[in-house]
């Protein structure tokens, strides 16, 4: 049980997570120091993030061990949004810290359920429920406060009094980032699936040698992201003026050629060392790095190997423009039942009711399913994206003869420009139900909209028994 308490922990004292949400200034405190954003459904979405958090995930099952345990990629899948921040850099940091999570409902459901079915309530040193605190309130392992204000909000920290000062910024009633001049935050913040910023680095004591170069900066920025699977990142390093910022463009170009001539396995840094530039201004250094995703993921793996403690869980890469020969079209075929994993207020229903201005909304890496009118083979999905003009979304088609086990019988990526019906042949299949599993999309990827959905095939469809093994002698 103790990996809960470990992740919780982990998330308080490092800064944690953050959400596919732009970074809302509004929901940080005016004196914060340091604060980190991710970005979780562009971190999913991406190729150099989906490795990331397998690697993440592969940790976390080591401590998910007992009779009760948690899927981890299902829970995950429920978090909308995590903004970790802290307002000092003494010794105990995590102290004057607190988390900010958001999510979807079922969390907070989640969490109770598990706590309750793994009896942590009864344990001496496990979750503890605080009475009279403002809002439903657990203590873990008597170090962290976890509180729900909301359904859909969740805050940890050491300290309830952080918790109570984070939701009097967050109600409004205490100020904001949006209330001052605070340049906490530099350029850029948009656009990247990961931030981690902080101000007044130049005070913090005990920094290691390797990092000393940071003291000569006031403040700093990292910002990671992906572009059509190139891994983009910026450091943006802010400095008391001119002379500061020419010394500091000097020390990094000249650390960058040292690292040219660095081999990992038999990567050379040399090509990724080329593709970064290094600009300077009156009180800035930035460095920018564009390199292809796949390549990042080969030096991942050869650090990984040398330094024989870092293992990721390994996914094929995925077809999306997987050919299909077969021949395509038929009848459309009639739904009596459709539901959706979740839904925006936009039902599933309006998927299929012939209106092309009502649509099915959610967020990302969610499903639509469907219950055909009879056992059928479907020959071909048609999609009408009604945001289809943003992007391009990608989907996994799946097929249930009893709407519980299902098989994914291929991967689509929609060809976007576009927010008419698209027709996607899928292997000729025998089933019952159809289900789309809608990872995302380039653009505003969080979003699902599907304003017309179509199964087109031949209904009343009875599979052919299959002939008999013919017996030797």
């Not at 909000?153 to 409004?172: D, F, R, T």
């Not at 990608?394 to 709407?403: C, E, K, P, Y």
Request: some cysteine; glycine content about 8%.
């Amino acid at each position: 049980m103790n990996f809960v308490k470990y992740i919780i922990g982990a998330f308080v004292a490092v800064g944690g997570l953050a959400n596919a949400e732009t970074l809302d200034k509004s929901q940080i405190s005016h004196d914060a120091k340091w604060l980190v954003h991710l970005d979780v459904d562009s971190i999913k979405e991406s190729f150099i993030g989906g490795r990331i958090l397998n690697i993440a995930l592969t940790e976390m099952e080591k401590g998910n061990e007992g009779s009760i345990q948690f899927d981890l990629e299902a829970l995950l899948d429920e978090v909308y949004s995590v903004t970790a921040y802290g307002t000092s850099f003494d010794q105990k940091p995590e102290d004057n810290s607190v988390l900010i999570l958001r999510s979807s409902e079922r969390f907070r459901s989640i969490v109770d359920a598990f706590i309750l079915s793994s009896g942590w309530l009864e344990d001496e040193d496990g979750a503890k429920e605080i009475q009279g605190a403002p809002y439903p309130t657990y203590l873990f392992g008597d170090e962290v406060h976890v509180s729900f204000p909301t359904e859909d909000l969740a805050l940890a920290s050491k300290s309830l009094a952080q918790i109570e000062k984070a939701m009097g910024v967050i109600n409004g009633e205490m100020e904001s980032m949006d209330d001052t001049d605070s340049d906490l935050t530099l350029s850029k913040e948009n656009g990247f699936f990961f931030i981690a910023t902080a101000n007044g680095i130049n005070d913090i004591d005990n920094i290691p040698p390797q990092a000393r170069v940071l003291q000569k900066a006031t403040g700093g920025q990292l910002s990671l992201g992906e572009e059509d699977e190139i891994f983009v990142s910026n450091i943006t390093l802010s400095t008391t003026g001119p002379t500061v910022s020419d010394q500091l463009y000097r020390i990094i170009q000249g650390m960058i050629a040292l690292a040219s001539f660095t081999e990992i396995g038999n990567e050379s840094l040399a090509l990724l060392t080329r593709n970064i530039s290094v600009t300077k201004g009156q009180d800035f250094v930035s460095v920018d790095l564009r390199y292809p995703s796949a390549e990042i993921e080969k030096l991942m793996v050869n650090m990984a190997k040398e330094g024989g403690n870092l293992q990721a869980r390994q996914k094929p890469k995925i077809d999306y423009d997987q050919a299909v020969e077969d021949g395509i079209g038929g009848e459309e075929i009639g739904v009596v039942n459709i539901d959706a994993k979740a839904d925006n207020g936009n039902l599933p229903r309006n998927a299929t009711d012939s209106d092309p201005e009502s649509f099915w909304g959610s967020r990302a890496r969610t499903w639509i399913r469907l219950e055909l009118e009879s056992p059928s083979l479907v020959r071909e999905v048609q999609i009408a994206w009604k945001n289809g003009l943003e992007g391009r979304h990608r989907f996994i088609v799946q097929t249930s003869q009893d709407g519980a086990k299902w098989i994914n019988v291929i991967h689509r990526r929609a060809a976007g420009g576009s927010n008419q019906l698209e027709s996607y042949n899928i292997p000729d299949t025998p089933t019952s139900w159809i289900r789309i599993l809608c990872e995302g999309k380039g653009g505003d990827r969080r979003n699902i909209q599907i304003s017309d959905l179509r199964i087109i095939g031949q209904k009343d469809y009875v599979a052919p028994e299959p002939e008999p093994e013919s017996s030797a002698g």
